[in-house]
C-alpha cells in the first residue's frame, strides 16, 4: 500500500510534538537580557548563559498552544485573510483575468522574458519589505499565470515567493532583518550595500534561469491564448492601478511611517471595496467575494498559527537559550573562515524552531558580534552570516507558515516543493557561503 505523503496540517504537528519533546531532552538555560533603547528591545547579554531547573511542557499545555499560537499570530492571520478576500473581490471583478491575458499575449513568444519581470518584481518587493505572507493571497492569480504559460506550480511559486525570498536575504534593505541585525550590531545601516547586491544579483540571476529551464510543465504545453485579446476596459484599468497603488502605498508606509500588520490589513481591506466598486459587483457582491475569499485563506491563517505554536511551547520550556548556546559557543575557537560558514549554518539551523527573522536578529546579535571582536571579525559578516541563513532557510523549513500556507494555497504537497528547489537552494547556500567568506577580506 503507497503511504501518502503527510498533509500541510499534521507536518506542521508534528513539529508541535517535536518541540514538545525537545522541553524533556534539552536542558533549560536562560542568558539575562537587557534593554536596547537604540531598538527598543530586550537583548541577550553575551557570557551570561547559565542553566536552570528544567520545564518540560506538559501535553495538555502542548494542545493549548494551538489556539495560543494562533492568537499570538492574530495580526498575520487577519492580514492573510483580508488580503485573501481584498484579491478574491478584485479577480470576481475580472481584473486579473484580463490584465493576465493581455500581458501574456504580449510575452507569447518571450515567456522567459515574462518570468525575469516576474522574479525582477518579487525579488524587489522581497529586498524593500521582506514580502512573503502577502504572497499567499496571490497564489490562485499565481496558478493561472501557471496553467496560461505551461509552467510548473513548484516552478511558478519558486520564480515568485523564491526570488521575494533571496531579495530579502541577499538584499541591503530589508526592514525585518538586515536593518535590524545591522543597528544591534552597531554598524552602519545600509552599509555594504554594494558588496549585497553583487551577491545578490549572482544569486538572483542563477535562480531565475534555473526555474526558467526547468519549470516547463511538459503535459501542459496545450496553451491557450487569446487570438486578439480586447481592450482592457476602464474599470479594469482602474482596478489593476489601484492593486498597484495600494502596494506603493504599502511599502512607503513600512519604510516611512512604521506601519505594522494592522496597517496593512487596513489599507488591503479598503483597496477590496473600491474595487468591488468599481467592478460593479455592487455592495452584496462586492461582500459575497470577500467572504469567499476569507473562507480560501482560513487553513493559510491555521498554518501560520501553528508555525507560531512551535515556537511557543519551546519558550514555555526554555530551551531556545539552551539551542543557541549550543550552536554558537564552539566557533570561537574555529579559523575565520570556518567560523564565518559556521554562524551562517547555525543560524539556518536556528531558524528551524525560531521561525521569525527580526526575533532571531534580537536573540543571536548581541552574542555573535562580541565573539567577532574577540576573533578578528568584521561585524558586517556577522549581519551577512545571520541573513543568508535565516533569510535562505525560510524556503525550506516547515515551521515557516508563510511557506506552508503558500504551498497549500498552491495545492502543491511540501514533498514535491522540496523535490523540486532543494538543488537551488543549495546552490544558493553555497553562493551565501562564498559572500561571508568574501566578506573577512572585503568587508
Do not use: C
Not at 504545453?221 to 489593476?240: D, R
Not at 511557543?312 to 575565520?336: H, K, R, S, W
Amino acid at each position: 500500500m503507497k503511504i501518502a505523503f503527510p498533509h500541510p496540517m499534521i507536518i506542521m504537528l508534528a513539529f508541535v510534538g517535536l518541540a514538545t519533546i525537545m522541553t524533556y531532552l534539552i536542558p533549560a538555560g536562560l542568558f539575562d537580557r537587557k534593554l536596547d533603547e537604540s531598538t527598543g528591545r530586550e537583548v541577550v547579554i553575551q557570557g551570561s548563559y547559565k542553566t536552570i531547573e528544567n520545564r518540560p511542557v506538559s501535553i495538555g499545555n502542548m494542545f493549548l498552544s494551538v489556539p495560543q499560537g494562533i492568537v499570538e499570530g492574530a495580526e498575520v492571520v487577519v492580514l492573510i485573510l483580508i488580503i485573501g478576500g481584498a484579491f478574491y473581490v478584485v479577480d470576481k471583478t475580472g481584473a486579473f483575468q484580463s490584465g493576465l491575458e493581455s500581458l501574456i499575449h504580449k510575452f507569447k513568444n518571450a515567456k522567459a522574458f515574462l518570468l525575469v519581470i516576474v522574479g525582477l518584481l518579487f525579488a524587489t518587493a522581497g529586498a524593500l519589505n521582506g514580502l512573503q505572507e502577502e504572497i499567499i493571497a496571490m497564489v490562485p492569480l499565481l496558478m493561472l499565470l501557471s496553467n496560461k504559460i505551461g509552467y510548473k506550480k513548484t516552478a511558478v511559486v519558486a520564480i515568485s515567493l523564491g526570488s521575494a525570498l533571496i531579495g530579502g536575504s541577499f538584499g541591503p534593505t530589508n526592514p525585518f532583518s538586515v536593518i535590524i541585525a545591522q543597528n544591534i550590531a552597531e554598524v552602519p545601516l545600509f552599509s555594504g550595500g554594494v558588496f549585497r547586491m553583487v551577491f545578490l544579483g549572482i544569486a538572483l540571476i542563477f535562480w531565475i534561469v534555473y526555474v526558467i529551464r526547468t519549470g516547463k510543465d511538459q503535459e501542459n504545453q496545450e496553451e491557450i491564448h487569446p487570438e486578439i485579446p480586447g481592450k482592457i476596459s476602464v474599470s479594469h484599468t482602474f482596478i489593476l492601478l489601484l492593486v498597484a497603488l495600494t502596494f506603493v502605498i504599502m511599502i512607503y508606509g513600512l519604510t516611512n511611517w512604521s506601519w505594522d500588520y494592522n496597517e496593512m490589513s487596513a489599507i488591503f481591506f479598503a483597496m477590496g471595496l473600491l474595487a468591488g466598486i468599481i467592478g460593479k459587483l455592487g455592495i452584496n457582491g462586492t461582500a459575497k467575494a470577500y467572504s469567499e475569499g476569507f473562507s480560501e485563506m482560513v487553513f493559510a491563517g491555521i498554518i501560520v498559527g501553528l508555525a507560531r505554536s512551535i515556537y511557543l511551547i519551546l519558550q514555555e520550556g526554555l530551551v531556545i537559550d539552551t539551542i543557541i548556546y549550543a550552536l554558537f559557543n564552539p566557533l570561537e575557537n574555529l579559523p575565520l573562515g570556518l567560523s564565518a560558514v559556521g554562524m551562517m549554518l547555525s543560524q539556518a539551523i536556528l531558524h528551524i524552531p525560531v521561525p521569525s527573522t527580526s526575533g532571531q536578529a534580537v536573540l543571536t546579535m548581541p552574542l555573535l558580534t562580541p565573539i567577532a571582536d574577540l576573533i578578528g571579525m568584521s561585524r558586517q559578516v556577522v549581519v551577512l552570516a545571520y541573513q543568508y541563513g535565516a533569510g535562505i532557510m525560510d524556503l525550506v523549513t516547515p515551521s515557516n507558515g508563510g511557506l506552508m500556507a503558500i504551498l497549500a494555497a498552491a495545492r502543491i504537497s511540501y514533498k514535491e516543493w522540496i523535490q523540486y528547489a532543494w538543488k537551488p537552494i543549495l546552490v544558493v547556500f553555497i553562493i551565501a557561503a562564498v559572500s561571508v567568506v568574501s566578506g573577512i577580506f572585503f568587508l
